[in-house]
C-alpha cells in the first residue's frame, strides 16, 4: 500500500481539480438546485430522469426519505410504506429545509455528477490517508497532511450540504470554492514534498519572495473574482440565463479593479520570469504558470465582450485554479531548496 501513496496523491489532485470543473459548470447553468435534498438526489441514489417519476402514486411502495412534489412543494416520506388508493397527507412531513421544488432532468444530473465525483474524490482521499500511514515513521508529514486532507474534504461535503439547504446563497458558495483551494494546496504540498528538484538557483531568498508575492497577488485577484461571481449570479437570477449581455451592463467598480490587477500579475511574473532567464534556468511549471495567466486573461475578455459564451466562466474557475496550484507547487520546492 505504501507503494501506491505517490498515485493516490495524483489522482486526489486529479479529481479535486474536476469537482471544481464540475462545480463551476453547475454554477454555470444554474443547475445547483437539481438535487434539492443532500446527500441523495429527490430521495434517490440514482436519481429521477423524468418528472413524473416525482408524482404520488396509489399503490406504490415508498422508502423512507423519498422525495415527490405535491402542489409546487416537496413531500418527504416519514417512513416505508405502500401508498392507498388516495394520499395520506399522515405518511408525508414537509421539506423544510427551502421551498424550491421544481425538476428539471438536465440541471438534476449536471449536479448529480458533480457530486458523484465529489464522492470519487473523497473516497481516493481516503485511500491516500491508507497508503501514506505506511510511511509513518519514514516520513510522518505526509499521513499528517492526508489526514488533513480527508477532513478538509468532510468539511467541505458539509458545505456542499448548506449551500443546497440555503437555496445557493452566493456567499456560501463561496466559501465552498474557498475550501476546495484549501484542499488543493495541502495536497500540491504533499505532492511538492515527493519531487525530485533539480533546478539550480543563486538568490534563493529572492525568489522566495517573488514566489510568495506572486501567489498573494493571485489570491488577492482570486478573492476579487469570486465578488465578481457573485453578482454576476445575482444578475443571473435577477434577469435570466438568457440575457447575458446584460449582466455586467451596471458592473460594480470592482469588476474593473479585477479585471486591471490582471496587468500586474502578469507584470510580476514577467519579472520573475526574467530573473529565471538571468539564472539561465527556467523551471518546467513556471512556463506552465505563463500559459496560465495569459490563458486567464484571454477567457476574461472572451466572457466581457462576447457575452460569457457556454464554456468561457468554468474555464476561468479552472484556469484560476489551476493557476493557483501551479504557483504554490513552485513556492515550496522553492522553500525546500532554501
Not at 416519514?78 to 421539506?95: G, R
Not at 438534476?108 to 500511514?133: D, M
Not at 508529514?141 to 480527508?150: D, E, M, Q, S, T
Not at 533546478?199 to 493571485?218: C, E, G, V
Request: charged share 15%.
Amino acid at each position: 500500500m505504501k507503494k501506491l501513496y505517490k498515485p493516490f496523491l495524483v489522482a486526489s489532485l486529479i479529481l479535486v481539480y474536476l469537482v471544481i470543473a464540475a462545480g463551476s459548470v453547475v454554477r454555470m447553468t444554474g443547475s445547483g438546485m437539481g438535487c434539492p435534498d443532500w446527500p441523495k438526489c429527490f430521495g434517490y441514489l440514482i436519481p429521477p430522469t423524468e418528472r413524473a417519476q416525482l408524482d404520488w402514486k396509489p399503490n406504490h411502495r415508498y422508502q423512507n426519505g423519498q422525495v415527490i412534489i405535491v402542489s409546487e412543494s416537496l413531500r418527504v416520506a416519514a417512513k416505508d410504506f405502500i401508498s392507498k388508493n388516495n394520499y395520506q397527507e399522515s405518511n408525508w412531513e414537509p421539506y423544510t429545509k427551502h421551498d424550491y421544488a421544481l425538476f428539471n432532468p438536465t440541471h438534476t444530473w449536471i449536479e448529480f455528477i458533480n457530486r458523484l465525483l465529489g464522492a470519487l474524490a473523497g473516497l481516493a482521499t481516503l485511500l491516500l490517508f491508507v497508503s501514506a500511514l505506511g510511511r509513518l515513521k519514514s516520513d510522518p508529514i505526509a499521513p499528517i497532511g492526508a489526514f488533513l486532507v480527508v477532513l478538509g474534504m468532510g468539511f467541505q461535503g458539509w458545505l456542499g450540504k448548506t449551500v443546497v439547504d440555503s437555496n445557493l446563497l452566493p456567499f456560501k458558495i463561496t466559501i465552498h470554492m474557498a475550501m476546495a483551494l484549501l484542499i488543493v494546496l495541502l495536497l500540491v504540498y504533499l505532492l511538492s514534498r515527493d519531487q525530485k528538484i533539480q533546478t539550480q538557483l543563486s538568490q534563493l531568498k529572492q525568489f522566495k519572495a517573488m514566489a510568495l508575492i506572486a501567489l498573494l497577488l493571485s489570491l488577492i485577484q482570486i478573492g476579487m473574482g469570486t465578488q465578481v461571481r457573485q453578482y454576476v449570479d445575482e444578475q443571473m437570477h435577477r434577469l435570466n440565463l438568457m440575457q447575458a449581455s446584460t449582466w455586467l451592463s451596471d458592473a460594480p467598480f470592482l469588476f474593473y479593479i479585477h479585471r486591471s490587477f490582471s496587468l500586474i500579475v502578469f507584470i510580476i511574473h514577467a519579472y520573475w520570469g526574467y530573473l529565471f532567464y538571468k539564472n539561465n534556468t527556467i523551471p518546467l511549471v513556471f512556463k506552465g504558470i505563463i500559459v496560465l495567466i495569459g490563458l486567464e486573461i484571454f477567457t476574461g475578455i472572451w466572457m466581457y465582450y462576447f457575452d460569457f459564451p457556454f464554456s468561457s466562466q468554468p474555464l476561468h474557475l479552472v484556469l484560476a485554479a489551476l493557476l493557483f496550484g501551479a504557483q504554490s507547487f513552485l513556492l515550496f520546492v522553492i522553500k525546500r531548496k532554501s
